[in-house]
């Protein structure tokens, strides 16, 4: 295994190999059964749940990654959608510039990819609305390719039961990198991308060390080993973990502040002005008095309006009312 860290001591060889059996063992029997995952889902439908579950906990996500899948199973059936529809459907996920994005995306994959999902991380990552992260997901989860995936949830694992610390928040470290691409397991030959079913070829090889190590890191961080209060009793860790022989020294440090209270912001006018959008009949214009008496704050409720409106979430129309795209 090459170097988690110069000084290293670690014996992380040993370590790891011993993660890997463990999580291994663990993801087989404890992981929750959402739709989209164990080869169910098409690559698309893994995308849009990575998309959805970015900033939303994936036990929300269900209901509404399954009511959106019904309605536009693939790339091109999202990408003849009216924003109205894409905004309603994507109801009280948070963030819906996200909902935008990903019909962008959609609209790019079916003109530029035939409505195949490219495999590939260079071409993923050129999407909009697609990052390293989800671009890394989606060639693991839905395609079996080996790749580090890296998000909040993997970084706090490794960084405990490899490092001995806590992972704290903010843009991921070279280190944090490092130590995710070096604990990565090695995939049998037979276990890379290849033809397969699915929008975009899926592999079948889903069942390859690199993706159950990738999906049960990620699951163990969401489920428990998780930010503030890790259940080391449950973890199939619990006798390898460094953080957990050190007695969990700095738990819950962060280097970034702490999430602001939703109570009042600005998030909170935004997503009331575009639930009573949503609401209201299709293609109709709330009136400026209905619209005046979502928010008291009438400095605020204008502010927020202005940014929907700059964020191509809805449409101001001459006498103030307002109302979603087409
Ligand atoms: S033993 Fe505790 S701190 Fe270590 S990985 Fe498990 S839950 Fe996290």
Request: glycine share 12%.
């Given at each position: 295994?090459?170097?988690?860290?110069?000084?290293?001591?670690?014996?992380?060889?040993?370590?790891?190999?011993?993660?890997?059996?463990?999580?291994?063992?663990?993801?087989?029997?404890?992981?929750?059964?959402?739709?989209?995952?164990?080869?169910?889902?098409?690559?698309w439908?893994?995308l849009v749940?990575e998309v959805?579950?970015?900033?939303?906990?994936?036990?929300?996500?269900?209901?509404?990654?399954?009511?959106?899948?019904?309605?536009w199973?693939d790339a091109?059936?999202l990408a003849?959608?009216?924003?109205?529809?894409v905004?309603?459907?994507?109801?009280?996920?948070?963030?819906?510039?996200r909902a935008l994005r990903l019909q962008e995306c959609a609209r790019v994959v079916a003109e530029r990819y035939?409505g195949?999902l490219p495999?590939?991380?260079?071409a993923l990552v050129a999407l909009p609305g697609v990052g390293?992260?989800t671009a890394?997901?989606v060639?693991?989860?839905?395609?079996?390719?080996?790749?580090?995936?890296?998000?909040?949830?993997?970084?706090?694992?490794?960084?405990?039961?490899?490092?001995?610390?806590?992972?704290?928040?903010?843009?991921?470290?070279?280190?944090?990198?490092?130590?995710?691409?070096?604990?990565?397991?090695?995939?049998?030959?037979?276990?890379?991308?290849?033809?397969?079913?699915?929008?975009?070829?899926?592999?079948?090889?889903?069942?390859?060390?690199?993706?159950?190590?990738?999906?049960?890191?990620?699951?163990?961080?969401?489920?428990?080993?998780?930010?503030?209060?890790?259940?080391?009793?449950?973890?199939?860790?619990?006798?390898?973990?460094?953080?957990?022989?050190?007695?969990?020294?700095?738990?819950?440090?962060?280097?970034?502040?702490?999430?602001?209270?939703?109570?009042?912001?600005?998030?909170?006018?935004?997503?009331?002005?575009?639930?009573?959008?949503?609401?209201?009949?299709?293609?109709?214009?709330?009136?400026?008095?209905?619209?005046?008496?979502?928010?008291?704050?009438?400095?605020?409720?204008?502010?927020?309006?202005?940014?929907?409106?700059?964020?191509?979430?809805?449409?101001?129309?001459?006498?103030?009312?307002?109302?979603?795209?087409?």
């Amino acid at each position: 295994m090459p170097d988690i860290d110069d000084s290293d001591e670690f014996g992380a060889a040993d370590l790891a190999a011993h993660a890997h059996a463990r999580l291994a063992a663990w993801w087989a029997a404890e992981a929750r059964d959402l739709p989209w995952r164990f080869g169910r889902a098409t690559p698309w439908g893994v995308l849009v749940s990575e998309v959805m579950s970015q900033q939303t906990q994936m036990s929300r996500v269900v209901p509404y990654w399954e009511a959106w899948m019904e309605a536009w199973p693939d790339a091109a059936a999202l990408a003849g959608a009216s924003t109205a529809e894409v905004i309603t459907a994507w109801g009280r996920l948070g963030y819906p510039r996200r909902a935008l994005r990903l019909q962008e995306c959609a609209r790019v994959v079916a003109e530029r990819y035939g409505g195949r999902l490219p495999n590939d991380y260079d071409a993923l990552v050129a999407l909009p609305g697609v990052g390293d992260y989800t671009a890394s997901a989606v060639i693991s989860f839905a395609y079996g390719g080996r790749i580090p995936v890296v998000d909040t949830n993997v970084r706090r694992v490794l960084s405990r039961v490899f490092l001995g610390v806590e992972s704290r928040g903010g843009a991921a470290s070279a280190r944090e990198r490092r130590l995710a691409a070096d604990v990565l397991p090695e995939d049998g030959p037979e276990d890379g991308p290849g033809g397969g079913a699915g929008d975009g070829g899926g592999s079948g090889s889903r069942e390859a060390p690199s993706v159950v190590w990738n999906q049960a890191v990620m699951e163990l961080g969401a489920v428990v080993c998780t930010a503030k209060a890790p259940l080391c009793g449950r973890c199939p860790l619990a006798d390898v973990c460094r953080f957990a022989a050190a007695g969990l020294p700095g738990l819950g440090e962060r280097r970034t502040r702490p999430r602001q209270r939703f109570q009042g912001t600005d998030r909170q006018v935004r997503g009331i002005v575009l639930d009573a959008l949503r609401h209201a009949p299709a293609g109709a214009t709330l009136p400026r008095g209905r619209v005046e008496a979502l928010w008291p704050d009438r400095a605020q409720l204008d502010a927020c309006i202005a940014s929907l409106d700059e964020d191509g979430l809805l449409c101001i129309e001459p006498g103030g009312g307002l109302r979603l795209p087409a």
